[in-house]
C-alpha cells in the first residue's frame, strides 16, 4: 500500500540526507491537493502516484527526479461525457532560494523556487506537469463515446461502403451567379465620365 505523502518538503535538507540514501519519496497525494488541476476534472479522481528522487547539481543545488501516474476523468470532446486518461510524467527539476539563484541553474531543467522558509509545496511541484501532461483535446478512442451526441456523429459519418452516387449530394455553389454579374456590369455603358 502506498504511503501518503507530505504536503511540503526541506529540499535542501533531503539533499543532505541523499548521502545516506534515504532521500526519495514513493506514494500518493489526493487530487484535492490540486486546485487547478482539480478544476478542470469532470468527476473526483482518486490519488496521483508519486516517486520522487533527491539529489545535488555538481553546483551543490538541491534537485530531484521523478515522475507522476494518475488515472484522470477528463471531458471528451466528442461526446461531452467523461473520459477516462491515463497520465505519465517524468519530469526533472532543481529549486532555487532566489530569482538570482534561479538564473544560473541550467536550462534543461525545471526551476522551482522555494518559499523564505526554505520549504516546497507538493503541489506546486507537481500540478504544472500534470496540467501539461493532460491532452488539450481529451476524447474517447473510435467508437468509444456513448449516448445521443455520439449516435449522432456516428449518422453523420460517411460510410466506405456507400456507392459515390448515394454520397454525392447536389452541391449549391455560393459565388455561381458573381460571373454573370461581372459580366453584365462589363455590358453596360460607364456614365461616370
Known amino acids: 500500500m502506498a504511503k501518503q505523502l507530505p504536503t511540503q518538503f526541506d529540499p535542501v535538507a533531503l539533499c543532505r540526507r541523499t548521502e545516506?540514501?534515504?532521500a526519495a519519496f514513493e506514494g500518493e497525494i489526493e487530487i484535492d491537493h490540486f486546485q487547478r488541476l482539480a478544476a478542470a476534472l469532470s468527476e473526483s479522481a482518486g490519488p496521483v502516484s508519486v516517486q520522487l528522487r533527491f539529489k545535488r547539481l555538481e553546483s551543490g543545488r538541491p534537485a530531484a527526479q521523478g515522475s507522476l501516474k494518475a488515472n484522470l476523468p477528463l471531458t471528451c470532446q466528442r461526446c461531452l461525457q467523461t473520459c477516462w486518461t491515463d497520465i505519465e510524467v517524468s519530469f526533472n527539476c532543481c529549486f532555487a532560494s532566489s530569482e538570482a539563484v534561479a538564473e544560473r541553474m541550467p536550462e534543461d531543467l525545471d526551476v522551482l523556487m522555494m518559499d523564505e522558509k526554505g520549504?516546497?509545496?507538493?503541489?506546486d511541484l507537481f500540478e504544472d506537469e500534470l496540467l501539461l501532461a493532460c491532452p488539450i483535446f481529451p476524447k474517447h478512442e473510435e467508437g468509444g463515446c456513448a449516448g445521443e451526441i455520439a449516435t449522432r456523429l456516428g449518422e453523420l459519418t460517411v460510410s466506405e461502403e456507400e456507392s459515390p452516387e448515394e454520397?454525392?449530394?447536389?452541391?449549391?455553389?455560393?459565388?455561381a451567379g458573381l460571373g454573370q454579374l461581372l459580366d453584365q456590369n462589363k455590358q453596360k455603358p460607364d456614365d461616370s465620365h
Open 119 to 123: 520549504k516546497v509545496s507538493l503541489s
Open 20 to 22: 545516506g540514501g534515504a
Open 167 to 175: 454520397s454525392e449530394a447536389p452541391t449549391r455553389k455560393a459565388f
